[in-house]
């Protein structure tokens, strides 16, 4: 079965791929730099491709010989637009990793485009936002006129990628959003916080931009969500004077320096971050007569869940027909996805 991975030098990429060919599947490699996708493919006997996506036609022609792209190049406010453009053209699936609520509503806005021409458009197949999404699919299903929807997640004895550090520094000193009423609202990320029981601990957790601001109103229509990520509680005291430093985070110059610094020092988690962390999901719906609902996930670390998902879900489009549009991973698959990877659990 042979589809492409873009992004395929990255640290999340490289995980995707190793799974790919375990579990016996051809991915063709594709990425802008030979010299880094060139030795990753002749190790793994696989085939790759060259090209960038500042070329429509160009990207068009490489995508045309696919039913099914995953794109792992991140930052994805730089390379989902153009590649799900030319998808239109070329009339080949895209998934992709993202986790940039900007990115989901863009890729959205295609969905009659995508109709059109019968593929699929699903960002978002790894642990953005995956767990949290089957999690809210759950929930909306066990109380079905909940209005109101809480989503949270930490992580125990993971770590960080290169690449997500970089989606970091592209977005920094920028405003964070909620959902109230149906509407995207702009808020600061940060603007609340509190504790959180995710089962096997309490954590506080502040609120963040996660991709289910977005796509868990496509998937339940609840009209009202936040979401929140475990941190500590200096940081969200630091968080409420960051009104006064994010005019300098947007810059250039700062933004340069800080690329600079995690070029030079960080890669991604090391094994045993890798094999032994968690990641634990909490929710909570609530209704317009204060009923409520609360349910727990506990999964694997969050970039290996990002491969056991993306793999997972790739097989699973290739193999679907009749299914076109903008879709979200449990909106399409159901609440139960996260619990075909083993490891996951519903508690």
Not at 113 to 134: E, H, N, Q, R, Y
Not at 175 to 194: L, Q
Request: proline residues 4%; hydrophobic residues 40%; positive net charge.
């Amino acid at each position: 079965m042979s589809f492409l991975i873009y992004g395929a030098s990255g640290y999340t990429g490289k995980l995707i791929i190793e799974l790919s060919v375990k579990k016996g599947l051809k991915p063709v490699l594709a990425g802008r730099t030979e010299a880094k996708i060139k030795p990753l493919a002749e190790k793994l006997g696989l085939e790759y491709l060259i090209f960038g996506l500042d070329k429509t036609d160009e990207v068009v022609l490489n995508l045309a010989k696919f039913s099914l792209v995953l794109n792992c190049a991140g930052p994805f406010s730089r390379t989902a637009k153009p590649m799900v453009e030319a998808c239109i053209v070329s009339k080949t699936h895209y998934l992709d990793i993202t986790g940039e609520i900007e990115v989901f509503e863009m890729i959205k806005s295609f969905d009659v485009k995508a109709k059109s021409t019968g593929i699929i458009l699903m960002p978002g197949v790894g642990f953005d936002v995956v767990p949290t999404d089957c999690l809210a699919k759950y929930l909306s299903e066990k109380l079905p006129d909940a209005t109101n929807l809480e989503l949270a997640f930490t992580s125990v004895g993971g770590s960080i990628s290169h690449g997500t550090v970089t989606t970091m520094i592209e977005s920094l000193g920028n405003k964070g959003f909620t959902r109230e009423n149906g509407i995207m609202i702009s808020k600061p990320t940060g603007y609340k916080g509190k504790l959180i029981d995710f089962g096997s601990l309490k954590q506080f957790a502040i609120t963040i931009p996660w991709g289910d601001v977005s796509t868990a109103y496509s998937t339940t229509g609840i009209p009202t969500i936040e979401t929140y990520a475990g941190a500590s509680k200096t940081a969200y005291y630091l968080m409420k004077f960051q009104f006064l430093f994010n005019p300098i985070l947007r810059t250039k110059f700062v933004k340069n320096l800080l690329q600079k610094y995690v070029d030079d020092k960080i890669s991604g988690p090391n094994e045993n971050h890798f094999q032994n962390g968690k990641s634990l999901i909490y929710g909570k719906v609530i209704n317009a007569k204060g009923q409520t609902v609360e349910a727990r996930i506990e999964t694997l670390e969050g970039y290996r869940l990002t491969a056991e998902a993306s793999v997972l879900i790739t097989e699973k489009v290739l193999d679907l027909k009749g299914v076109s549009g903008y879709q979200t991973p449990a909106g399409l698959f159901g609440h139960k996805l996260i619990l075909e990877i083993q490891g996951s659990k519903l508690v």
